[in-house]
T-cell receptor, first 112, second 113 residues
Framework: EADIYQTPRYLVIGTGKKITLECSQT?????MYWYQQDPGMELHLIHY???????EKGDLSSESTVSRIRTEHFPLTLESARPSHTSQYLC???????????FGSGTQLSVL | AQKVTQAQTEISVVEKEDVTLDCVYE???????LFWYKQPPSGELVFLIR??????QNEISGRYSWNFQKSTSSFNFTITASQVVDSAVYFC??????????FGKGTMLLVSP
């Protein structure tokens, strides 16, 4: 059973709002990831972190930002949400690179 | 560069049929890891299997089996006697070296009663 949690599960907001999607894990994993999943199912890596104070951009350019101040916490922030940000956001963690990822339940974001 | 191709976008079967989901990968590394994940309608990705490049032995877990063939760079997944609960999106993925996980585009499996 994965011990990785995302909140909120669903979020509907208006254009221009600032939002933060929360992701926490209790497994002590150093590696954490954010994926954006489009309606066509494809998963795109948008941010990852290999440890505290370490963050990197993923394969897909994103207007979001992330921080990693604590091992267990990896929040994602959108300063000004737009309809194009409407998507499913999935957080994941792993103990080491090459090992399986544990995924959270995801946040379905809708920007009106 | 790494690449994972899942050519089947959607597959529909009737319950109790066997179904195979194809996965073809590309990598220049000799050491790599292959994965399959299941994403049911609830949205969470569930890990199914991890296989390293040095272990070509096929694996069976209940109704699930995986066929890894390095000669054709394939890691196919077969569900025997499919059930409605198997309906989900299935992702094949690859990691090599110190790279992040590369996912295929997914195959949606619909099992009807």
């Amino acid at each position: 059973e994965a011990d990785i949690y995302q909140t909120p599960r669903y979020l509907v907001i208006g254009t221009g709002k600032k939002i933060t999607l929360e992701c926490s894990q209790t497994m002590g994993h150093d590696k954490m990831y954010w994926y954006q999943q489009d309606p066509g199912m494809e998963l795109h890596l948008i941010h990852y972190s290999y440890g505290v104070n370490s963050t990197e951009k993923g394969d897909l350019s994103s207007e979001s930002t992330v921080s990693r101040i604590r091992t267990e916490h990896f929040p994602l922030t959108l300063e000004s949400a737009r309809p194009s940000h409407t998507s499913q956001y999935l957080c994941a963690s792993s103990e080491v690179v090459g090992e399986k990822l544990f995924f959270g339940s995801g946040t379905q974001l809708s920007v009106l | 560069a790494q690449k994972v191709t899942q050519a089947q976008t959607e597959i529909s079967v009737v319950e109790k049929e066997d179904v195979t989901l194809d996965c073809v990968y590309e990598t220049r590394d000799t050491t790599y890891y292959l994965f399959w994940y299941k994403q049911p309608p609830s949205g969470e990705l569930v890990f199914l299997i991890r296989r390293n490049s040095f272990d070509e032995q096929n694996e069976i877990s209940g109704r699930y089996s995986w066929n890894f063939q390095k000669s054709t760079s394939s890691f196919n997944f077969t569900i025997t006697a499919s059930q409605v609960v198997d309906s989900a999106v299935y992702f094949c993925a690859l990691t090599a070296g110190y790279s992040t996980l590369t996912f295929g585009k997914g195959t949606m499996l619909l099992v009807s009663p």
